[in-house]
């Protein structure tokens, strides 16, 4: 498991392998703070703002087969292989240039995931959340705007466990399980309807689906610290603007102001005890 800290770490790396069993994820904003030794500025050289802003704010976890897919990491297989993938790497030489401009665009992201409908409805509904909207219980699906689109609720897991091509819940930051690659459908999630064939199969039930996955994603935002939260938004849309080294220094001016927060405390104390209860302060 590479969660936190140890994901900022291994995203520090010119190339990062992992066996297929590896469980990646931020959970930080589940405890009151955020990923703030790269965990927002990194990640974003990888996958863009979209993802990056779905893996911070929801502490989703991700296996590694899918996280290969969307280009967090580099390669994702058997463990019997990970010292050939690690040569490999090493014979590629360094890569971190390739990763000291802004973030990765939606363009090169939209090409990286392919016709992954399920990973497509997460770029186009990230694009769109606003933080504040959500925290203000405004951040429906019609509200966050127009033309967003969310995963479909094919193969959801519990109400916890993530959007589409989620496993079962596991223990964890809230109850996540892993996505894992599956074939769910995606639709408009701007809360109208279209016509079509009956509830389930036809577009009219996709677009439904998809509207009740993108719903259950802002729910899950709403449980997380309101601060960590904010400041999260803040970094990945300025600092993915910005040159690598100053998108670091920004997310760590903000490393006190987190810290000191009453959010902080009640999360980082709640640690294996309790289900924390942020109050935005």
């Excluded at 790396?13 to 994820?25: E, Q, R």
């Excluded at 392919?114 to 497509?120: K, L």
């Excluded at 995963?151 to 079962?168: N, W």
């Excluded at 729910?219 to 040159?243: F, N, V, W």
Aim: with cysteine; charged share 20%.
């Amino acid at each position: 498991m590479a969660l936190g800290g140890g994901l900022e770490l291994a995203l520090s790396c010119d190339s990062i392998v992992a066996s297929a069993k590896a469980v990646l994820a931020f959970p930080e904003t589940g405890i009151g703070i955020y990923p703030g030794l790269g965990g927002t500025q990194r990640t974003s050289r990888r996958i863009g703002k979209a993802l990056t802003k779905w893996l911070v704010y929801t502490g989703q976890f991700l296996d590694a087969v899918t996280a290969e897919k969307i280009g967090l990491i580099d390669w994702a297989g058997p463990y019997a292989g990970l010292d050939r993938a690690v040569l490999q790497a090493i014979d590629q030489g360094k890569r971190a240039l390739e990763r000291r401009g802004p973030a990765r665009s939606r363009q090169a992201v939209l090409g990286a995931i392919g016709s992954d409908p399920m990973m497509a409805g997460l770029v186009g509904l990230f694009e769109r959340v606003s933080i504040a909207a959500v925290m203000a219980e405004a951040g429906t699906v019609g509200s966050v705007g127009p033309g967003a689109t969310g995963p479909s609720a094919t193969g959801a897991g519990p109400a916890r466990s993530g959007p589409a091509g989620a496993g079962p819940a596991r223990s964890g930051p809230a109850g996540a399980g892993p996505v894992r690659p599956g074939t769910p459908a995606t639709g408009s999630a701007n809360g109208g309807t279209s016509s079509g064939r009956g509830a389930n199969g036809g577009p009219a039930g996709k677009e439904a689906a998809a509207v009740a996955a993108a719903e259950k994603i802002l729910g899950k935002i709403r449980t997380k610290a309101p601060i960590a939260l904010r400041l999260s938004e803040e970094l990945i849309e300025k600092g993915g603007d910005a040159a690598l080294d100053d998108g670091l220094a920004m997310e760590m001016a903000h490393m006190e102001e987190i810290f000191r927060s009453e959010d902080a405390i009640e999360g980082l104390s709640s640690v294996g005890r309790k289900q924390p209860a942020f109050r935005g302060r």
